[in-house]
């Protein structure tokens, strides 16, 4: 059988989260640095989206990680997340993957029981150590990007609900934070559905409304993710909505991040604290403070996120020369209302 073009290819999880980890056959993309080569993809029609991401070989629910060489001499592989809205400079979830993959397959060395990695994101360094014994990268913990609040209970006109009052923050992607408690929201199984429909309104008009932008990095100028969340002492129940229409299985690594910068900001938790974050599956990251930092005029915080991430598969992924869908395609039974289908183009809005 004969594969044309073909990628080989690691299927994970990360708490319950797909990040699929393109290891090997992707074509070069343009570009000197990881920001380069994301810049690049940013338009979203290049043949790796329909590939590896829409059907018939992917889904709505997974990520695509495209490992890349880094150019930042401290770093020791690069990565960018391929998704159905786009390509994305950082994901917590991902990250785990990318790293469990990494390591596990020995395209980087485990060094020890705690080995370090660090990966290039357009968003900067990400610092990680993976706890690893028996050859298994068993738990992964990430020192994100310099998080910070810009704006709390900024208040959002939404259609059909009235006015709603969201945080905003930024932790390697920007975040519309919603309160479901006020909501009337306990972020439950059955209420996935009515959380999908209600934050896809919130992010639409949160990127509509907000005008957001990073004072040191080109290029993060637009809401990307709205998140639900509802605590309870020490233990936060979150629901990202992404694009075109789901909820992230895990409980959300940036998301996490975004959720204690605006603590931080409200003087809710300080520099040491630490919070359990879990998805809508009951999946657990822990969140922790590591120090303060200090963005543009921003005060900000350096966060901890760490979580456990599990190869599930392994192979190469690609199409026969004679295959119609070769570029992909997507339905609006799944993908959501308004997408087109072929040629290997980014889902629209």
């Not at 290039?120 to 990400?126: D, K």
């Not at 938790?269 to 809508?280: A, D, M, N, Q």
């Amino acid at each position: 059988m004969s594969l044309s073009p073909s990628l080989d290819v690691v299927w994970a999880h990360a708490e319950g989260e797909v990040g699929l980890v393109i290891t090997g056959g992707a074509p070069e993309i343009p570009g000197r640095t990881v920001a380069d080569k994301l810049a690049h993809l940013a338009p979203g029609d290049h043949p790796l989206f329909g590939l590896a991401l829409f059907e018939p070989r992917g889904k709505p629910q997974m990520s695509a990680n495209l490992v890349l060489p880094a150019s930042d001499a401290g770093a020791d592989a690069g990565f960018v997340i391929l998704q159905p809205d786009g390509v994305h400079a950082m994901s917590g979830s991902n990250a785990m993957c990318v790293v469990t993959v990494l390591l596990e397959t020995g395209m980087l060395p485990i060094a020890g029981p705690r080995t370090p990695v660090v990966l290039e994101t357009a968003a900067g360094l990400v610092r990680a150590v993976a706890s690893c014994a028996g050859g298994r990268c068993e738990r992964v913990t990430l020192e994100f990007v310099p998080s910070f609040a810009t704006a709390l209970d900024r208040p959002l006109e939404i259609e059909g609900l009235g006015t709603l009052a969201v945080d905003t923050a930024f932790s390697g992607c920007w975040f519309a934070l919603v309160d479901a408690a006020a909501l009337g929201f306990d972020i439950a199984p059955a209420e996935a559905r009515e959380l999908v429909s209600l934050g896809s309104r919130i992010r639409a008009a949160a990127r509509e409304q907000i005008d957001v932008r990073h004072p040191l990095l080109d290029g993060f100028d637009e809401v990307e993710y709205a998140l639900f969340h509802r605590r309870r002492g020490d233990t936060v129940r979150t629901g990202n909505v992404m694009y075109p229409g789901r909820l992230d299985r895990s409980p959300c690594g940036t998301g996490s991040a975004a959720l204690l910068a605006a603590l931080y900001a409200r003087g809710e938790i300080g520099v040491g604290g630490s919070l359990e974050t879990r998805s809508i599956v009951d999946s657990a990251f822990t969140a922790r403070i590591a120090r303060s930092a200090q963005v543009g005029r921003h005060a900000a915080i350096v966060p901890e996120i760490s979580g456990r991430a599990w190869i599930f598969g392994r192979g190469t992924l690609g199409t026969h020369p004679s295959d119609p869908f070769a570029g992909g395609f997507t339905l609006p039974d799944v993908w959501g209302d308004g997408v087109a289908s072929g040629n290997g183009a980014a889902v629209p809005e």
